[in-house]
């Protein structure tokens, strides 16, 4: 499969981010990177929280890569310190303009969880609504919002420089 090349919604994910909002009712401070990786090939994003365990430890930190699939959908795989691989770990999406639907589905093939990617060109900022599904009904889990901090990024493939603002 050739690069990812010509996906401008994942170009966006490129750069570093604050991501700031509630997960399970907590207020979080989260520290986030987006790059490519493996040639192009997948967009990695690398979310560390700010708040600590007891050991002193980041509470939460994942890597996610999310990869274009034919025909015409995304896939996310989730990886975190909550540890197992399963097929709850891989979400599937169908772009819209600028969202990503990641839906993520159980060992019986139901909808587990959602987690929906909402890109802002107005202001260059995500917002990331969670929300477990239980008997085919959304719970909001998460609503994140994460905001540029490096207004220019350059990504892991030389041919492509993205320039970010940061506006108020």
């Not at 010509?6 to 990177?33: F, K, N, Q, Y």
């Not at 599937?92 to 060992?107: D, H, I, K, S």
């Not at 994140?144 to 350059?154: E, G, I, M, S």
Request: aromatic residues 8%.
């Amino acid at each position: 499969m050739p690069p990812l090349n010509e996906h401008p919604l994942l170009e966006r994910m490129v750069g570093r981010w604050l991501m700031r909002g509630t997960i399970a009712r907590r207020s979080v401070v989260h520290d986030v990177e987006g790059d490519w990786v493996l040639a192009h090939h997948y967009i990695r994003i690398h979310e560390v929280s700010r708040e600590k365990n007891t050991e002193g430890q980041p509470e939460y930190e994942a890597m996610v890569f999310i990869g274009w699939n034919n025909p015409g959908h995304y896939s996310c795989a989730w990886l975190d310190i909550l540890g197992g691989l399963s097929t709850l770990s891989i979400g599937v999406a169908v772009p819209g303009e600028n969202e990503l639907p990641f839906v993520f589905r159980n060992e019986k093939g139901e909808v587990d969880l959602t987690n929906t990617f909402t890109y802002s060109p107005r202001d260059h900022a995500w917002e990331w609504k969670i929300d477990n599904v239980e008997n085919g009904l959304p719970r909001e889990f998460a609503r994140l919002r994460l905001t540029a901090v490096n207004p220019t990024v350059k990504s892991e493939s030389s041919r492509s420089k993205v320039s970010l603002s940061n506006r108020p």
